[in-house]
């Protein structure tokens, strides 16, 4: 394949795989918690071997691609909305939640919880909030539950237990799973500086006409590269058919 064609198929595969980013980012915008996600584009240089121009001079520029550099999280912080029920929970500042999962423990963001049969409170997954003691169970007892600035659950009967909150060193290294749980090799750290605010969901930090602008531009380069594919493929089969005019 031609080395022109080659570099244009090489930003059409990152423009299609940026508009993903930012198509999941838009499914997200009403996601509590959820934090948008971007990529990042590097130029990658293949090395050529030297030609000889027209006018004799030697060569050798490498052949210029785009290449995927990975993506990045935003880690800024979701607007703070108010929804007055007892067990949506907001964490301004630093910190996660953790939850236990089948697959050992998760950390989220997304404070919306509730109470399973069993009177554990949980997440939109089912997987049970941490607290200092393991799990924390809500009795019909407890009545009206508190819970405090530092993460102390108290009810009717006394205290029930304290959410746990953790930071990590390297948010960054955290790997996504699904749209609002992160997993990590890291140690946990404690009193990461975060604080909770009950009858409160932080939301997603994605802002929708950002994306919707991005998602443009991405078209606009995606189009602008077909156009350029399909004006180079044309003047080669113009130059095969005129060479086949020829006669030896």
Do not use: W
């Amino acid at each position: 394949m031609d080395n022109s064609l080659l570099i244009n198929l090489s930003g059409q595969l990152t423009a299609y795989q940026a508009m993903d980013v930012v198509a999941n980012n838009l499914a997200n915008m009403s996601t509590p918690g959820f934090k948008r996600e971007g990529m990042k584009f590097q130029e990658f240089l293949s090395p050529t071997a030297a030609t000889t121009t027209v006018a004799g001079l030697q060569n050798n520029a490498p052949l210029a691609f785009v290449q995927n550099g990975g993506v990045f999280r935003d880690e800024s912080e979701g607007p703070m909305d108010k929804t007055g029920a007892p067990l949506d929970l907001a964490i301004s500042g630093n910190g996660f939640f953790q939850v236990q999962t089948p697959n050992g423990v998760r950390y989220t963001r997304d404070g919306h919880f509730q109470l399973n049969s069993q009177g554990q409170i949980i997440d939109a997954n089912g997987y049970p909030l941490i607290g200092d003691g393991g799990p924390i169970t809500v009795t019909p007892q407890d009545g009206d539950i508190h819970i405090a600035a530092d993460g102390t659950v108290s009810g009717a009967l006394g205290q029930l237990g304290t959410i746990k909150i953790v930071g990590f060193a390297n948010q960054a290294a955290m790997s996504q799973q699904g749209s609002n749980l992160y997993a990590t090799n890291q140690q946990p750290l404690p009193n990461p500086g975060g604080t909770i605010a009950q009858g409160m969901l932080e939301g997603s930090n994605v802002q929708p006409v950002m994306e919707m602008s991005t998602m443009i531009k991405i078209m606009n380069n995606y189009q602008m590269i077909a156009s350029l594919t399909k004006s180079q493929q044309q003047l080669q089969t113009q130059a095969i058919t005129q060479l086949g005019t020829i006669q030896p």
